[in-house]
């Protein structure tokens, strides 16, 4: 079985499935019990088979024939044979849960007694388990003689629920459900509604239990509203500070300015002052003052970090004398020191 199996299943494939499962974890509970609780512990009417009456049936501890049984009392019975009517063998069998070991069972039922397979009804009980070998008793009846007995108590109006061997003081095996003919109990109906009706009952109290939890939840996360808005304002704050001062590092880290000091600090002549000082990304404007006889941009053309030196439109006319200080207003271009 694959998953591809499994999600094409159709429904009637899946509650075989389930069925299976059903049938294979009640073997696998069964087969921790001991032999002695599988006994029938019947409490309702009880037959037996008796070939000397008339009937072929009379109520069990010497009650007379099974056709003085009260109408109420016809129906959920359970019917027992005698010894002579069944043909018992204890085998050995590999420790095999129930439903494997009836299959095995079926596959060899001509080896094991006399009756053949289209026509043996059987049934087995487990009555030892070791570590490797199981000891089990096999029962078996031709179906023919079965259907006779059923129908001899169809006919008196006696429908019983269970055919049984009454052996060692309890009632062993289950011959009309190994025939496939197993009959209902009337008051099962009854129990499945009482198993669904409290099924029904703890799963309204769980999700009854759920409601109470998710709305004590509500009200707690309600309470603690404006603390928790207080507290996510508080956060966006922080993060928004946190980006800012990324932004501020990522831009202290492209662009600077102390290398460019150093650079107009060597490349300035003497006397010459900036008064004032522009930097975006490479681009660099001077404006400042120098002596009359002093050629600024020649000195900055000297700079190994400077480049593209353009003098722009004086602030102030250019100095009568050598001696008087003359405005100048530069541009250039920065290159930076490409780090190792």
Known sequence: MTLRDILSADMPTLRR?????????????????PGKAWRSR??????????????????????????LLPDRQRRNLLATLQPNDILCRIIDAPPLGRSELRQMLALDIDRIGPIPQEQA??????????????AVRIAMVPR??????????DAMGITPTRIALSAEGGHHFDFLKAAGLSRRDSH??????????????NLGALVWRDVAALNAMAAAVEEQAPAG??????????????????????????????????????????GAWVQRLEFHQRQVRLVGFAPGATDVADALRQSSRLRAIVENDAESPPAAAADQMRAFDISAVYLPVRQP
């Open 144 to 153: 023919d003689r079965l259907l006779g007995w059923i129908g001899s108590l």
């Open 42 to 67: 019947h409490r309702g009417a009880l037959i037996e088979r008796d070939p000397t009456d008339p009937c072929g049936w009379r109520i069990a501890g010497g009650g007379g024939s099974a056709t």
């Open 121 to 134: 009804v059987f049934d087995f009980d487990i009555i030892e388990r070791g570590e490797d070998r199981l």
């Open 188 to 201: 099962r109906g009854t129990w499945w509604v009482a198993v669904a009706l409290f099924f029904a009952l």
């Open 17 to 33: 499935w389930l069925a299976q499962g059903w049938e294979w974890w009640t073997d696998q509970i069964a087969a921790m019990l």
């Open 229 to 270: 808005r207080t507290a996510l304002l508080i956060r966006q704050r922080i993060d928004k500070e946190q980006q800012r001062r990324l932004w501020l590092a990522r831009a202290r880290a492209q662009q600077n300015p102390l290398p460019l000091l150093t650079a107009l600090t060597a490349a300035l002549p003497q």
